[in-house]
């Protein structure tokens, strides 16, 4: 049914070129016309071609496609798409009003042909976007016109993925996704959307991918989207009624038109990487006398073991440890005094890496580290132990001058107090550790804390004493509990695990020699103040959550989109308490393994990411308010749930103006005319937004 509208309309278009040319002939005939007129927001319309759009039993090797004004074409090489993929790129290029493909090898006998320019073609004046134009034709005598449209989102935060591809497999073995290019492919366009055209009849696997190496060939590391449900695409027509009436309301023509419907036309593909990073040692550094650096290209699964060749003598105890949370990187904090004063250690470190087939194994490497000086370090050293030289030889001189000065029974009170602020000078500074604690305003949800510049070694707890201000302003301490890191990565901050009390003042000191570092160094005394924050300062907020089952856990997002609180959804209920006074943003995951982090998912495994879900609508709270908030997360289609604000890509601003100016009617309203359908994906109302449940349930035939 579309092939025939679109010769239909080719065969009207000449007529209306004429039409057009007569009317443009009466407007020159009118003296005084202005200059210039309204903008130009519609993009090119295609006026004819060789071959004819459709065209069966093509023999050549040239497609040439001409335009109602002069087009652009941009980023042709990556947006622009032929399936099946020729063996060689086609040169496609725009020269005036048109457009040719020029294939540089035969073409595949009793093949459909499809070329998809996406969103590439564009006017020259205006930059007007011609949004999903595609060109078909067949080297046989049949041409294919089945279907496949939906949309990718990717997996972890529900963002519309632009220019990415999409692709058919007739085969269905699960390697072919990983050795053969696609059968039928197209690219997303700025909305995440995408239509796989003239496609044969046929069951197909389909797949998202964002392809990297332009092979048309999933690799680990690159971007993947797939469903295991075998999709078998097909058309069927309906019709419908549309009413013509006379300027006084009355019915004049009810007009039926029949139209063709493709499906599966609601395919959701959710994008992830499966994390897959080769694990290989990567480089080694001294990075100061005392700090060893080893970097790794990927997260460690269990920690090297190390054994130390150089220097001989040494301590077992010779190091604490520092590492990240991605666990990609370790540094070894010297802690014995012979290995700080080597010029060079070598360590035998064994640890996991990717051998040739993609398994981990054990690897033994010898590694060295030496001692580097760069210029300006050893000048300053240099300027400063001859700075100390000139200090001591004048004091010596002036010691010698005191001397004899005393002898001969002169006054030396000017003399000794230059001696005594000389000898300050040359008095070595003694080294204190550095440290920050609470100070200020502090939140309700804070922790008390002790921040060093060094690793921490030792927290003395009879050092260390908090008090809170009484009702009647005397103060009273409070038992504090064995303070401990912050994470179990962390070795600068450590915590007292303990609740603070709400509109409460505190007093903390810490006595010097309280803190040490690992190399012995210690605090002066700290005095810091803080006042914790009342409970009216804060809002909480209770979130129902319905519609699904197993263990799920909520975040609160603030305006940029970034995780301030995470919480378990516990009996159905997310409830986040003294929550700063804002508007936040609510999402859910369902945490299929209740691990409670999101975990993205597995191809060979057959292992679909976890689950995404956004309330539609910023959640505004107000100081000392409770607030309850129902929310069953399959009442929003899935790719309208994440509020724009918060969106990290947006359709082209380009195309959302030209759309509006498009659809305005005379009383000002937008008409709603999307096939991909504007109001959400899948217009059938039967989507639960699950991105699978629905595959089961057999709604997506």
């Known amino acids: 049914m579309q092939f025939e509208m679109m010769r239909m309309r080719f065969h009207i278009l000449p007529m209306l070129v004429l039409a057009l040319v007569a009317l443009v002939g009466v407007a020159c005939a009118n003296i005084g016309s202005p200059e210039g007129g309204p903008r130009d927001y519609t993009p090119p319309v295609m006026l004819r071609s060789n071959p004819i759009p459709g065209a069966v039993n093509f023999k050549g090797k040239k497609v040439e496609i001409q335009f109602d004004e002069i087009v652009n074409l941009k980023d042709q090489t990556t947006r622009v798409i032929v399936s099946p993929a020729p063996k060689e790129q086609p040169i496609i290029r725009a020269q005036g009003k048109k457009i040719t493909v020029e294939f540089q090898e035969d073409l595949e006998p009793n093949t ?48 519309m993925m632009k220019n990415v591809l999409v692709g058919l497999h007739s085969n269905l073995n699960d390697s072919a996704f990983t050795t053969l290019p696609f059968d039928r492919v197209s690219r997303t366009n700025s909305r995440g959307e995408f239509i796989l055209r003239n496609v044969p009849p046929g069951e197909y696997h389909i797949f998202a991918l964002r392809d990297v190496d332009n092979d048309y060939k999933m690799v680990r590391t690159e971007d993947i989207a797939f469903l295991d ?34 499906k599966p036309n609601d395919v959701l593909l959710s994008l992830f990487n499966e994390n897959f990073r080769s694990l290989y040692f990567r480089k080694n550094e001294r990075q100061g006398d005392n700090k060893l650096l080893t970097l790794f290209s990927a997260t460690l699964p269990e920690m090297p073991t190390t054994r130390v060749l150089e220097p001989k003598i040494y301590n077992d105890d010779w190091y604490k440890l520092e590492t990240r949370e991605a666990q990609d990187s370790l540094v070894y904090w010297l802690t014995d005094s012979t290995m700080i004063k080597a010029d060079t250690i070598k360590l035998e470190m064994t640890y996991m890496h990717t051998a040739d087939n993609d398994s981990l194994m054990l690897k033994t490497d010898t590694l060295t580290f030496a001692k580097r000086r760069n210029s300006s370090e050893i000048k300053e050293k240099e300027k400063a132990a001859k700075e100390r030289e000139k200090r001591e030889k004048e004091l010596s001189k002036l010691e010698e001058k005191l001397a004899k000065q005393q002898q001969e029974g002169k006054d030396v009170t000017d003399l000794e107090d230059e001696i005594r602020g000389l000898r300050e000078t040359l008095k070595a500074k003694p080294v204190l550790l550095t440290i920050t604690t609470n100070s200020g305003s502090a939140e309700i949800t804070d922790s008390l804390f002790i921040k060093a510049e060094s690793p921490i070694g030792n927290i003395d707890p009879g050092g260390v004493h908090l008090e809170v ?76 959550c319905l519609g699904f089952e197993g263990k799920a856990f909520a975040q609160l997002l603030n305006k940029q989109g970034s995780v301030v609180r995470t ?50 609508n910023p959640v505004k709270l107000k100081k000392f308010s409770d607030m309850t908030l129902t929310w069953n997360i399959y009442d929003t289609p899935v790719d309208k749930q994440k509020p724009e604000e918060i969106r990290k890509y947006h359709p082209e601003d380009r195309d959302t103006k030209l759309k509006k100016e498009e659809k305005k009617t005379n009383n000002g309203e937008e008409e709603e005319d999307d096939e991909f359908n504007s109001n959400g994906f899948m217009n059938n109302n039967s989507y639960s937004g699950d991105k699978y449940r629905d595959t089961k349930r057999g709604v997506m035939k």
């Open 567 to 616: 919480v378990d959804v516990l009996g159905n209920y997310a409830d986040f308490y003294d929550v700063p006074p804002e508007s936040y943003y609510v999402m859910m995951v369902l945490d299929a393994n209740g691990n409670g982090r999101w975990d993205t998912g597995n191809y060979s495994q057959h292992l679909q990411p976890e689950d995404v879900f956004y309330y539609h």
């Open 112 to 159: 459909t042909y499809v070329i998809d320019f996406t969103d590439a073609i564009e006017d020259n004046n205006e930059g007007n976007v011609l949004d999903g134009f595609s060109f078909a034709f067949s080297t046989g005598d049949h041409l294919d016109s089945l279907q496949v449209s939906g949309i990718v989102l990717r997996a972890n935060d529900l963002e």
């Open 229 to 262: 449900k075998v999709i078998v695409p097909s058309a069927s027509d309906f019709t419908s009624q549309d009413t013509i009436f006379t300027f006084d309301h009355r019915i004049d023509t009810i007009m039926t038109a029949v139209h063709t419907e493709f």
């Open 469 to 544: 201000m009484n009702p009647d302003s005397t103060w009273q301490a409070v038992q504090l509990p064995t303070m401990v890191p912050s994470n179990q990565w962390d070795i600068y901050r450590y915590v007292a695990p303990m609740t603070l009390k709400p509109n409460s003042d505190y007093r903390l000191t810490i006595d010097s020699l309280a803190v040490t570092s690992i190399y012995g160094i210690a605090c002066d005394t700290i005095r810091a103040n803080f006042k914790v924050k009342g409970e009216e300062e804060y809002a909480n907020l209770h979130v129902n």
